[in-house]
């Protein structure tokens, strides 16, 4: 009697993948040390890991009902001003862009083509610590001139909150906060990205409220560059 048996015949053997080492040793395109799934050193998948839980921890924190309210706020301005000072103001100033493809009308506080603030405007004032001497100055002058203040801050308790009629606070450390137990990061990294973040977020909102299509938006995007 003949018994049938199939044979499987050994094709080639397949070269591992990018994720993947070989059977008889490691990747040849990785360095000691670095993630397997990345390829990135291991302390720097870590870090990024770090920024990513932090941002998502305080966002997750933030009041959204204040939030809410600050849409509403910058829907009924007839102008919007911004100011922050260092990497809160370079957060600020992308939120400005942002707004400004909506079709709102906004100034930087500081640059030589701001006009002056009036009644029914209103100035969004980022400050970690809510007691940057500059930004306080602004937002009482802005007071004084019967304009409305928003907020952004770590310190429901600062001198800016004081002044503003909405505070929105970021659950993050000041740069003046060093004990690591509000954010692991350097100084007030976390308020800053967290600060840009949120504004992304209202701006996606608002641009699926108002039907701005990304054709609409283009639109508004500079061509002197």
């Keep these: 009697m003949v018994v049938e048996t199939s044979v499987t ?13 070989p ?30 839980s932090e941002n998502r921890r ?6 959204w009902r204040a939030v809410t309210k600050l849409v509403t706020l910058i829907s009924g301005a007839d102008r919007v001003f911004v100011l ?41 004032a980022v400050s970690g610590s809510g007691g940057t001497p ?13 304009g409305q203040i928003a907020a952004l801050t770590t310190t429901p308790s600062s001198p800016l909150a004081a002044i503003a009629e ?20 350097f100084a007030g990294s976390l308020f800053e990205q967290s600060t840009l973040l949120l504004f992304d977020a209202l701006f996606h909102a608002l641009s699926r409220d108002l039907g701005k299509t990304s054709e609409v938006l283009w639109a508004a995007h500079a061509n002197l560059e």
Excluded at 9 to 21: F, I, L, N, T, Y
Excluded at 98 to 107: A, F, K, S
């Design 166 to 185: 909405l505070v929105v606070a970021i659950p993050a450390a000041s740069k003046h906060d060093h004990d690591s137990e509000s954010s692991a990061q």
């Design 23 to 52: 059977e008889n040793g490691p990747h040849p395109d990785r360095k000691p040390g670095t993630s397997s799934r990345s390829g990135m050193p291991g302390h720097l998948e870590r870090a990024a890991n770090l920024v990513l």
């Design 58 to 63: 305080a966002l997750n924190d933030v009041s």
């Design 84 to 124: 922050g000072e260092g990497r809160s103001g370079l957060a600020v100033r992308m939120a400005a862009m942002r707004l400004m493809h909506l079709g709102l009308q906004v100034h930087v506080v500081g640059e030589t083509t701001t006009p002056p603030l009036s009644r029914g405007d209103v100035l969004i």
């Design 9 to 21: 015949v050994p094709g080639p053997p397949r070269p591992p993948q990018d994720d993947e080492a």
């Design 134 to 146: 500059g930004v306080v100055l602004v937002a009482e002058q802005v007071r004084a001139a019967g």
